[in-house]
């Protein structure tokens, strides 16, 4: 339990300078990051998005590709994505 809890500190320091960023984009409704109360390296990201464009968008801004994909995605035992679309 010890590596989760360093593992979910460093990915909590890069989800903390990542949040400011993401939420001043234009198209990007809520975003709330939550961590697991049993497992600290484990996160649950909930982003919405006013349409295809803005989601595309933010996965290219430099906050996205260098917080996510360069010093987060490393670090995690794990990823799954699962898109909704709205009812």
Known sequence: MAGARRRGGRLRHIIARFLPEARKEPG????????????????????????????????????FKQMILEEALPRLARRERVQYVPL
């Open 28 to 63: 990007v409704e809520p975003v709330t990051v939550n961590r697991s109360v049993t497992d600290p390296a484990k996160f649950l990201f909930y982003e919405v998005f006013s349409d295809e464009a803005a989601f595309e968008a933010h996965q290219q801004t430099p906050h």
